[in-house]
T-cell receptor
Framework: AQSVTQPDIHITVSEGASLELRCNYS??????LFWYVQSPGQGLQLLLK??????LVQGIKGFEAEFKRSQSSFNLRKPSVHWSDAAEYFC?????????????FGTGTQLKVEL | NAGVTQTPKFQVLKTGQSMTLQCAQD?????MSWYRQDPGMGLRLIHY???????DQGEVPNGYNVSRSTTEDFPLRLLSAAPSQTSVYFC????????????FGPGTRLTVT
């Protein structure tokens, strides 16, 4: 069965600093990988996704992530964090099932941004 | 285009009561799913559906029932609520073709006392 590990429960960064959120996955086949963001009291919004091809993927809000098969990782990065980036971030792996897709989520990383 | 809508936003139940969480989408998506979110556990899949009349269990299906009579609606039923079902529930939908983005609703916060 697939699984996702986000080793950092909480991360605090200063506004303007760079950010890297870690994600490791376990899955026997080629993974479909996602990063979602959840602002307080809101649903989840897709930041970016990796299906195949270029291992560096660009997303919304200036985020990017790099797929490293050798390390089973899909870390999320942003060069300069804004106060509005404070939220909870979830990494997920998706598998195809009967024409749809099932997502397995990590436990999330809560990002705090200090002004 | 409202996307994925969920009602109610908040609900308090007593142990043993039943209720239905509503989910609707207007994007003509064939795939719909229900997740529950608990602190420190991320989101866990409860049930999902790949089209009208077809449902299947996810990771944590016990205590929940679903049905899918139309493409638009995917209600989640709690037949006899338990305190362990206190959680935030999210509905999501996606196009059926392959691995696509799942669109999430705003969630329902349920408390069972």
């Amino acid at each position: 069965a697939q699984s996702v590990t986000q080793p950092d429960i909480h991360i605090t960064v200063s506004e303007g600093a760079s950010l890297e959120l870690r994600c490791n996955y376990s899955y026997g086949a080629t993974p479909y990988l996602f990063w979602y963001v959840q602002s307080p009291g809101q649903g989840l919004q897709l930041l970016l996704k990796y299906f195949s091809g270029d291992t560096l993927v660009q997303g919304i809000k200036g985020f990017e992530a790099e797929f490293k098969r050798s390390q089973s990782s899909f870390n999320l990065r942003k060069p300069s964090v804004h106060w509005s980036d404070a939220a909870e971030y979830f990494c997920a792996v998706g598998i195809l099932t009967g024409g749809g897709n099932k997502l397995t989520f990590g436990t999330g990383t809560q990002l705090k941004v200090e002004l | 285009n409202a996307g994925v809508t969920q009602t109610p936003k908040f609900q308090v139940l007593k142990t043993g009561q039943s209720m239905t969480l509503q989910c609707a989408q207007d994007m003509n998506h064939e795939y719909m799913s229900w997740y529950r979110q608990d602190p420190g556990m991320g989101l866990r899949l409860i049930h999902y559906s790949v089209g009208a009349g077809i449902t299947d269990q996810g990771e944590v299906p016990n205590g929940y029932n679903v049905s899918r009579s139309t493409t638009e609606d995917f209600p989640l039923r709690l037949l006899s609520a338990a305190p362990s079902q206190t959680s935030v529930y999210f509905c999501a939908s996606s196009p059926r073709q392959g691995i696509g983005e799942q669109y999430f609703g705003p969630g329902t916060r349920l408390t069972v006392t």
